[in-house]
């Protein structure tokens, strides 16, 4: 047998399992684990400058492409801990990354060690598992664990703690003869898919849900096959979006209080039959429930049996990873359609496209400083569809799922559920890092940014392009929204008097200079007319000098964006004019019938 360290076990385990790329921070604690990776090779390893950049950088990675798996690594202590917020990230989301954290040696972890917290009890909550590993021997079989639990079932997170002295003992290993442990999905059955279509079949107005495990599960393309089949308008969620393109036939547009469209709002209070897919009926979807349920029939299914109830109870249930539902579905419909026993749905679906083509916002404005609504229509006109958006929480990413287009999966990513500010500049290099030759745009407000703004100095040293839209209006612009039920406007203010750059009035933070001193590029723009021109002339810096370019507009400094104060999808608040002829919404999905 051959024998090595338990670190270099690991290593070796890691690319056995199909890790290429790791994110990470070194230190004492986890150097051993460090000097494995360097000495096997064949992982590329990208230095954060903050540890939970590196968590969100393998939230990205991971996001980014099927079977993808990120990997985070740091030192013991205040690594683990910082890595937490990316751990409950990913738990929310079904995303799968592995944290590996050195801890201190086994003999001294509970006796107040420098840096030795009990990071697995801290983390426990927020993973699929937790567990700092006191017995080299054992190293093997818990990672391989690990990637067992990581992709079965509802997919999510682990956590791997190591004691250095556990790290450093030598153990008899082979990895030639290694093999990763078979993944476990449950699958429905064909009785309960024929149940749920005889269901759907039943109905008048049906419609289907199609969440972010759609993705999960790469089955998007049968999907899409089924709406077709069956000619059932789908209603993606925001973890959805992407699941068909937004200019398909049959996407009825997104339902909520916030990242909704208003054609897809009204289409839904319309509908009297839902069946959920991959979907967990988050509270931003549904707002109150006896608004969203009144009046229809729920089928929900979903590969976590436990979810199914947990919001409220659906009509009918299956427990299943949506791929092998949904090749049940497609089946199934193939069968009714060949036999002729498929209702005739296009009646209800050109309803829907109706809505789409008269119920839009409006985006053209020419007001100086900028409306948000602008930047986002001029994003429509600069980035095309194999752009791979990333944003995660305020305003800014509100209204850019009220505007922006998103055509394949995979191509919004969004942190959903957790939603932290200062999670976008990170997840943005780990998606540019997954996918190298894509067109990455992430969608900022000034405060998301200022978050976790020393990762641009991650894509400058490793040569990591991509374009990063930051609507700056020097404002908590979300809180102060929903500070107006309250009647205030308290401390959600970033102004102030920046006395190295008067130029700026009251906006504060000078971003230009920030990111150029990071080794960015960076462009302000202050004009709408110049837009169009500064991102062009972003997407030719970060290919000219393989780094990321920002593009900073300064905004108007209050807009309210479209959303519900009552938590009720049929009481969205329209703060803003709506488009009531063609050239208000010149980049919509259809054009507007005024």
């Known amino acids: 047998m051959a024998r090595m360290t ?88 079904s995303i799968p990354i592995l944290c590996i954290t050195g801890q201190a040696p086994t003999a001294v972890i509970h006796k107040e060690d420098f840096q030795a917290v009990d990071i697995a009890s801290i983390a426990k909550p927020v993973t699929k598992m937790a567990v700092t590993v006191l017995e080299a021997a054992q190293v093997p079989g818990v990672f391989q664990q690990a990637f067992h639990l990581m992709r079965s079932g509802r997919p999510g997170p682990v956590l791997i703690d190591l004691p250095i002295d556990v790290q450093l003992t030598e153990i008899e290993f082979d990895p030639e003869t290694y093999e990763p442990l078979p993944v476990y999905k449950p699958a429905a059955s064909r009785a309960q898919i024929e149940k749920a279509i005889g269901m759907l079949n039943a109905a008048e107005r049906p419609l289907i849900v199609a969440g972010g495990g759609v993705i999960n599960a790469d089955a998007a393309d049968l999907l899409v096959e089924f709406a077709e089949l069956t000619g059932t308008p789908v209603v993606p969620t925001l973890m959805g979006w992407g699941v068909l393109p937004d200019d398909h036939d049959l996407n009825a547009g997104m339902v909520g209080l916030q990242t909704s469209h208003r054609y897809g709002n009204a289409t839904f209070l319309e509908s009297d039959f839902v069946l959920g897919i991959g979907n967990r009926w988050a509270n931003r979807h549904t707002g109150k429930l006896d608004v969203y349920t009144a009046g229809r029939t729920f089928v929900h299914v979903d590969v976590e049996p436990t979810q199914i109830g947990k919001i409220f109870a659906p009509d009918y249930g299956i427990a299943s990873d949506a791929k092998a539902a949904l090749e049940l579905f497609v089946e199934v419909a193939r069968e009714l359609k060949a036999a002729g026993e498929l209702p005739d749905r296009s009646a209800w679906a050109a309803s829907a496209q109706e809505r789409k ?134 401390q959600v203010k970033l102004e102030f008097e920046n006395i190295n750059s008067p130029e700026l009035g009251v906006y504060g933070v000078d971003h230009v200079k920030v990111a150029e001193g990071l080794g960015c590029k960076a462009i302000r723009v202050t004009d709408p007319s110049e837009l169009a021109a500064a991102f062009e002339q972003a997407k030719k810096l970060a290919a000219e000098f393989q780094v990321p370019v920002v593009v900073e507009a300064i905004l108007e400094r209050v807009t309210n964006i479209s959303m519900s104060g009552t938590n009720d999808i049929s009481n969205v608040v329209e703060f803003e004019e709506i488009a009531t002829e063609p050239g208000h919404a010149p980049t919509s999905i259809k054009t507007l019938k005024a």
């Open 6 to 93: 338990a670190a270099r076990a690991a290593v070796e385990i890691l690319k056995r399992e199909g890790v290429t790329d790791a994110f990470g921070v070194p230190g004492a604690a986890i150097n051993p684990f460090y000097a494995a990776l360097k000495a096997s090779g064949g992982i590329a390893h990208t230095l954060a400058r903050h540890v939970e950049g590196a968590s969100h950088m393998a939230e990205g990675y991971t996001r980014t492409h099927p079977g993808n798996i990120g990997v985070c690594i740091g030192t013991s202590g205040p690594a683990g801990t910082d890595m937490i917020t990316g751990l409950y990230s990913a738990t929310g989301d």
């Open 357 to 490: 083509a008269t119920l839009l916002r409006r985006t053209h404005f020419d007001n100086v400083p900028i409306k948000p609504q602008r930047v986002y229509e001029e994003m429509n006109k600069a980035f095309g569809p194999e752009t791979r958006y990333v944003s995660t929480i305020g305003l800014s990413q509100i209204a850019g799922a009220q505007m922006l287009h998103v055509f394949k999966p995979r191509h919004w990513i969004n942190c959903g559920q957790a939603g932290p500010l200062g999670w976008t500049i990170p997840a943005a290099l780990g998606v540019a890092k997954a996918d190298p030759d894509a067109q990455v745009v992430a969608l900022s407000g000034d405060y998301d940014f200022q978050f976790m703004l020393e990762e641009l100095a991650v894509g400058a040293q490793h040569k990591i392009p991509y374009v990063h839209v930051l609507v700056n209006n020097s404002y908590l612009g979300l809180i102060r929204q929903a500070q107006r039920a309250f009647d205030i406007d308290f």
